[in-house]
């Protein structure tokens, strides 16, 4: 033939000699009887056929016929739904353009041993989790194959959760007048969101830490944070976090300053009226 040989996807070449089928490169099946057995191959990449001991029946007139192959492209691999959400079902179908022959499924680039929450259906099309789980996060790749070609695409499943685990840490007492540093924090794919409450009522939201540069005495209170997370749409609270201010309060200290100069002076006028009297009188 004068094809040059480009690799795969190679043609698939059936030769004819008067009419019948001597070699079909394809399925490689030789149903050309025990006549050829040893004297024939045909190379794949250009569809030629070499005839060697030639016999006298070699004779006639050959005809070749070269069908190109196919290629696989295109493949793809959609998660259903498109955010997994941990506890839900979730499929990854495998999809691709061209005769496809057979999809093969890989994890993290070794091959994929389907747990008991996965099933493979439709000839491996669709990698089904019935109830999927962050273990089951990772890279996976599918890849799909007839014999001229082979094609694949990866999917990166990230199995969103939570949130769990709300935790509110910071001091449980604190001075008039220090600063006070209240954290929240909560086990979440994609990362909580947070809001903050005392005594039930919302004081901060969209913030991880509620801080306050000189509490004040009404400070004092029962704080809570609240955990969202946007895709699984599940809110959940920490523990009620009890907080007391002590010391004096601006005004008290005002108060004191106020009656210990009252004293003072109450003193001193004191003196100057023995004084008058003892001098005067
Ligand atoms: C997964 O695919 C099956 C059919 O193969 C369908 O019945 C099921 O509803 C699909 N589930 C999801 C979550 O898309
Ligand atoms: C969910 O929140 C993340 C950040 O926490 C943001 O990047 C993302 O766009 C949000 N998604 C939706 C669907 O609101």
Not at 21 to 28: H, K, M, R
Not at 82 to 101: D, Q
Not at 194 to 214: M, P, T
Request: proline content about 5%.
């Amino acid at each position: 033939t004068t094809l040059t040989p480009t690799g795969p996807p190679f043609p698939t070449a059936t030769w004819i000699l008067n009419d019948s089928i001597i070699i079909i490169s394809s399925t490689n099946i030789n149903d050309n009887g025990p006549e050829y057995e040893g004297r024939v191959t045909l190379f794949p990449s250009t569809g030629s056929l070499e005839l060697r001991n030639l016999v006298l029946d070699d004779s006639g007139a050959y005809s070749v016929t070269i069908v190109p192959g196919e290629k696989i492209s295109g493949t793809s691999v959609k998660p259903s739904p498109n955010l997994p959400v941990e506890g839900t079902s979730v499929n990854l179908t495998c999809e691709a353009v061209g005769p496809v022959f057979t999809r093969k499924w890989m994890k993290n680039n070794s091959d994929l041993t389907p747990t008991d929450n996965m099933i493979l259906s439709d000839n491996n099309r669709v990698l089904t989790f019935n109830s999927v789980n962050r273990k089951d996060n990772g890279e996976y790749f599918c890849q799909t194959s007839n014999s001229f070609s082979s094609d694949g695409a990866k999917y990166i499943m990230i199995v969103n959760y939570g949130p769990e685990k709300v935790q509110l840490n910071g001091p449980n007492k604190t001075n008039i007048k220090d600063t006070l540093k209240l954290t929240c924090s909560a086990e979440s794919t994609p990362s909580a969101r947070f809001r903050w409450l005392r005594n039930g009522i919302e004081i901060l939201s969209n913030s991880a830490e509620y801080v306050r540069e000189e509490v004040e005495l009404s400070d004092s209170g029962n704080y809570s944070c609240q955990a969202w997370n946007n895709i699984t749409e599940r809110t959940s609270s920490s523990v009620v976090h009890e907080l007391t201010v002590t010391g004096l309060s601006a005004g008290a200290i005002a108060g004191i300053v106020i009656a210990c100069f009252v004293l003072v002076a109450a003193a001193a006028g004191g003196g100057y009226f023995f004084y008058k009297k003892k001098y005067v009188g």
